[in-house]
């Protein structure tokens, strides 16, 4: 697992760093990929000789209690990896709570991930945070709009915005601003919202979730904001098995209005007008959150002045603000986590502990 050896300074000494289990792992997952979640989570904490306790969504329990299934009926011993069931505030907070679980790793909201730090970091627990974003997605002038667009909708629609990597903010340069504008709305009306395989995107999780979106659209609204596309809730009988809301684009909210610096996990996104570079990156670094940001641009320089500036840990050229990778680390700076990183190698260090071995030898025996 990644141990190495280093000289000592002493000629009569052999070291080495290898890893050890860390102990029992306590995972908790959000809904809106459980089954990734759970493998980026699970996956690592075995490879590095743990047990763990997997807390499945209240949301989507089935998953995790599937994945357990068929890792007990492919060999794995009993007890080595457990599907934990219930609610966030009784299961949930009993596992972060509990003494015998020596590592914490969630994805989810900040705020429950600051409570869970809290509480987790009380007995020096080991913690590692996944949570929020409000990913800025830049579009600069010169680029191909059309490509620019599709991106643009994928970021802000796909999996009805449900994902922490989502492009909820989109930053738009003066010069291709309002044609980009007109070829974004037309392509997100064009989007078909419903549980078929051929709809572009479902339901947001549950009731509670529906109504704070549309309740932060309409406080937008009475805030100044305008509304480009939709922002209402389907309730047709064809969308009466979910909750859905038609995708929507926001414009004219401020930069520090509640919907320009919260996350909503929906299919809400706004639009905002710039100058130019310097201050697209005011903009984008202003947010509490660090997890993703994506440039669209035709030059070279512009795009690696981005990825040396811009406050994210995804920094992405000309695609979506989603797209890392399974063996790739991911996490975030400033609100969007604790810096720890899930999954890639860089997982080790989360389920592992480092032991050093000096090993003395005597030369008078040679």
């Known amino acids: 697992l990644y141990g190495r050896t280093t000289t000592s300074a002493a000629p009569t000494k052999m070291t080495m760093t290898v890893r050890e289990p860390i102990g029992v792992a306590g995972l908790i997952i959000a809904a809106n990929t459980p089954i990734a979640n759970a493998a980026w989570k699970v996956f690592p904490a075995l490879v590095c000789g743990n047990t763990a306790a997997l807390k499945a969504t209240g949301d989507a329990p089935a998953t995790a209690w599937l994945l357990g299934r068929i890792a007990y009926e492919t060999g794995l011993p009993a007890g080595v990896l457990n599907i934990v069931k219930g609610l966030g505030e009784e299961a949930g907070a009993s596992l972060v709570a509990d003494a015998r679980v020596a590592v914490v790793s969630f994805t989810g909201?900040?705020?429950?991930?600051?409570?869970?730090?809290?509480?987790?970091?009380s007995r020096l627990a080991?913690?590692?945070?996944?949570?929020g974003g409000k990913n800025p997605f830049w579009v600069c002038d010169g680029v191909d709009l059309d490509h620019a667009v599709t991106w643009a909708v994928l970021s802000a629609f796909s999996n009805a915005n449900q994902r922490c990597a989502a492009g909820s903010r989109i930053i738009v340069f003066n010069a291709v601003y309002p044609r980009f504008l007109?070829?974004?709305?037309?392509?997100?009306?064009?989007?078909?919202v419903g549980p078929?395989?051929?709809?572009?995107?479902?339901?947001?999780?549950?009731?509670?979730?529906?109504?704070?979106?549309?309740?932060?659209?309409?406080?937008?609204?009475?805030?100044g904001a305008t509304v480009i596309t939709d922002g209402y809730c389907l309730v047709d009988p064809d969308h009466a098995t979910g909750y859905y809301i038609a995708p929507t684009i926001i414009e004219n909210a401020g930069s520090d209005d509640e919907?320009?610096?919260?996350?909503?996990?929906?299919?809400?996104?706004?639009?905002?007008?710039?100058?130019?570079?310097?201050?697209?990156?005011?903009?984008?670094?202003?947010?509490?959150?660090g997890l993703t940001a994506c440039?669209?641009?035709?030059?070279?320089?512009?795009?690696?002045?981005?990825?040396?500036?811009?406050?994210?840990?995804?920094?992405?050229?000309?695609a979506?603000?989603?797209?890392?990778?399974?063996?790739?680390?991911?996490?975030?700076?400033?609100?969007?986590?604790?810096?720890?990183?899930?999954?890639?190698?860089?997982?080790?260090?989360?389920?592992?502990?480092?032991?050093?071995?000096?090993?003395e030898f005597d030369t008078n025996f040679l």
């Open 320 to 359: 979506g603000t989603f797209g890392s990778e399974p063996h790739m680390p991911f996490g975030g700076v400033k609100q969007s986590g604790n810096g720890s990183r899930e999954p890639g190698t860089e997982a080790l260090e989360v389920y592992s502990n480092l032991k050093n071995v000096m090993l």
């Open 182 to 192: 007109s070829l974004l709305a037309e392509r997100t009306q064009r989007l078909k």
């Open 259 to 289: 919907i320009s610096v919260t996350e909503l996990f929906g299919p809400v996104t706004c639009v905002y007008r710039v100058a130019g570079f310097e201050e697209t990156l005011r903009l984008t670094n202003q947010s509490p959150y």
């Open 196 to 223: 078929s395989n051929d709809d572009d995107f479902g339901p947001v999780i549950n009731a509670e979730q529906l109504r704070n979106i549309l309740e932060a659209v309409a406080r937008a609204q009475r805030g």
């Open 109 to 121: 909201s900040t705020a429950m991930g600051r409570e869970i730090a809290r509480i987790a970091g």
């Open 126 to 131: 080991r913690v590692s945070l996944e949570l």
């Open 295 to 318: 440039i669209h641009t035709r030059s070279v320089h512009r795009a690696l002045e981005f990825t040396r500036r811009v406050q994210a840990s995804v920094s992405v050229v000309n």
